[in-house]
């Protein structure tokens, strides 16, 4: 079965300071990659989502990068963090060609 | 661009009592896909139901939804609610764009809280 990870759990961060958010999932190969936003009162909105290893796409402008580095990694960073950048952040994993996409537990981040 | 709306932000419900959680759609793909996840306190959002072909009804966990391409609509039912149905759900679309995106537009999330 697959199982997806995601870390910190939580993260309490200073404005203008460096974030890294890990998501790993176990369990399936070449797996479709995403990140997912969802500020305090908004909705879930894609980041970003990768096919496969080395290849991330950015679908909304956040100040916010992410990168595969390995087939089953999925990190999202920045060197300065925003009050803005608050929220959760949610992975998600699909099949190659399926619709269907699995969540991780999330990060709850907040930046003071 | 593709957008959901869930109507209610907050249902609360007597167990036992029906539940209706609205969604409506649009979007310009007509191989759109409809889903409603559930997030309970402290888990992953996991999938509940996924659309099937207009006007087919797909069940899962006693929980109920049919898409109306006409009305562009995917609301959520169940005929009796249950204490532990108490979570908050989101509807969301995908568009079914080839391309490898499988991008999912959620609506706001609805919190449905069933009271004894």
């Known amino acids: 079965a697959q199982t997806i990870h995601q870390w910190p759990v939580a993260e309490i961060k200073a404005v203008g300071s460096p974030l890294s958010l890990g998501c790993t999932i176990k369990?399936?190969?070449?797996?479709?990659l995403y990140w997912y936003w969802q500020a305090t009162g908004g909705t879930l909105q894609q980041l970003f989502y990768?096919?496969?290893?080395?290849?991330v796409e950015s679908v909304v402008q956040l100040n916010l990068s992410a990168s595969r580095p390995k087939d089953d990694q999925f990190i999202l960073s920045t060197e300065k963090l925003l009050l803005s950048h608050s929220g959760f952040y949610l992975c998600?994993?699909?099949?190659?060609?399926?619709?269907?996409?699995?969540f991780g537990p999330g990060t709850r981040l907040l930046v003071l | 661009g593709d957008s959901v709306t869930q109507k209610e932000g907050l249902v609360t419900l007597t167990e036992g009592l029906p539940v209706m959680l609205n969604c409506t759609y649009q979007t310009i793909y007509s191989n759109a896909f409809l889903f409603w996840y559930v997030h309970y306190l402290n888990e992953s959002p996991r999938l509940l139901l996924k659309s099937s072909t207009d006007n087919k009804r797909t069940e899962h966990q006693g929980f109920h939804a049919t898409l109306h391409k006409s009305s562009s609509s995917f609301h959520l039912q169940k005929s009796s609610a249950q204490l532990s149905d108490s979570a908050l759900y989101y509807c969301?679309?995908?568009?079914?764009?080839?391309?490898?995106?499988?991008?999912?537009?959620f609506g706001q999330g609805t919190v449905l809280s069933v009271i004894p």
């Open positions: 969301a679309l995908s568009d079914g764009a080839t391309g490898g995106n499988n991008k999912l537009t």
């Open positions: 369990g399936k190969s070449s797996p479709n």
């Open positions: 990768s096919i496969t290893v080395g290849q």
């Open positions: 998600a994993w699909s099949h190659t060609g399926e619709d269907t996409q699995y």
